[in-house]
Structures are given as C-alpha cells and as structure tokens.
C-alpha cells in the first residue's frame, strides 16, 4: 500500500508492506504523524533532512518536454498553485521589475484570501493575466520565455527541471532550492521496484 496525505490510527494489518509518499514538507509534518508506515518515499535529500526522519529518496519523474519556442516576443510565466507558498504576487512582481508588461499565470487558486490580498491587483491592472490549469506541460513552456518562481518552500522544484528541459530561462530563489536529483522515469522505476520489493 503506499499512502499520500493519510494519516492512519495504525499499520493496515492486511497490507505486505506500507509505504508513506511524502511530497511535503510544513503541510505534513512526519515527525507530527504517529507511524504507520514501513517506509517512506520522499522526493529530494532536502526534504528528508528537514522533515528529520529517515526514508528513502525518490525523485518525482519529469515529463519528457523538448525545447519548440515559437514565439519570438519574450512572455513572462509563473507556474504552479496561486497560493501564500508559492509567492505568486512575488513572482509578478519580479517579472515586471525586469521589464515584462504583463505575466501569464498558470495554475488554480487554491488560497482564495491570498489571491485577494495579493494578486487580485495585479490581474484588475492587467499586469497578469490567468490561463488556469493546463493539462499539456509542453504547451505552457512553448508559450513563454521565461519563468519566475518564487516559492517560499520546496520539496523537489519541479519547474527548475522543466525550465532547463526546455530551454527556458528560470528565475528563482534560493527558498525554492532543493538540490534535488533529475532521474529518468527508468531509474525512478527502478528506485520504487526495489522500495517495494518487487
């Protein structure tokens, strides 16, 4: 069995073995949680540390993306959750700073009195405009130049992989940092067959 974002009373008895996927860091707190597990699954060596129980390190995959810019005017992107973590009225900010007139924003609102208190402005003023989620991760990169991200936690910066992927150029911070290692879907595949031992 392997659990996400559960937080059971006890080991599933029925299970041969538990694993815990951990892909978070303050929202779910491992030392907080009674065990349950066997072992867990985290995605980078920074977010083990920080979470300060032993597991296994499991990169997430990334999705196979190639480097097709087709637009030659430089479009600001920011990518990801509109939420307080992610920083997003941050990231806008950052952008226009450096000279961009308007930034596409792609993701949900998953924080509705941050969006309010800290982005709302900017989308009234058309300094960011919201694309929502896009299931094609390959489309978002070939509509931009350049991305900005600004979050103030990580656990694998998913983007950063993307943006060098595609030949995009990132703007980060050093809080969105993780050190994480890039794998190819085979090793990934590899690292779970032998944490579950099949």
């Keep these: 069995m392997i659990a996400h974002f559960l937080k059971l009373p006890q080991r599933p008895e029925a299970s041969k073995k538990v694993i815990l996927a951990c892909h978070e860091k303050d929202v779910y707190k491992v030392k907080d949680v009674k065990p349950f597990w066997d072992d867990i699954a985290?995605?980078?060596?920074?977010?083990m540390f920080w979470q300060g129980v032993p597991g296994?390190?499991?990169?997430?995959v990334i999705t196979p993306l190639i480097k097709s810019k087709v637009n030659s005017k430089n479009i600001a992107g920011i990518i990801g959750s509109i939420d307080?973590?992610?920083?997003?009225?941050?990231?806008?900010?950052?952008a226009l700073d450096d000279g961009f007139d308007t930034v596409n924003l792609y993701?949900?609102?998953?924080?509705?009195?941050?969006?309010?208190?800290?982005?709302d402005a900017y989308v009234m003023e058309g300094k960011a405009i919201i694309k929502g989620y896009e299931t094609?991760?390959?489309?978002?990169?070939d509509s931009v130049t350049d991305v900005y991200h600004s979050s103030l936690s990580e656990t694998f910066n998913l983007i950063k992989a993307e943006c060098?992927?595609?030949?995009t150029e990132y703007h980060g911070v050093?809080?969105?940092?993780?050190?994480?290692?890039?794998?190819?879907?085979?090793?990934?595949l590899t690292k779970w067959k032998k944490l579950l031992q099949i």
């Excluded at 993701?107 to 982005?119: A, I, L, N, R």
């Design 164 to 167: 060098l992927s595609t030949g």
């Design 107 to 119: 993701g949900m609102v998953t924080d509705q009195e941050y969006y309010k208190e800290s982005v």
């Design 42 to 47: 985290y995605v980078s060596n920074s977010q």
């Design 174 to 188: 050093e809080s969105a940092e993780t050190a994480a290692e890039y794998l190819s879907p085979e090793k990934v």
């Design 136 to 141: 094609s991760t390959q489309k978002i990169y």
């Design 56 to 60: 296994t390190v499991i990169p997430n």
């Design 84 to 94: 307080r973590n992610k920083n997003t009225h941050v990231s806008i900010q950052r």
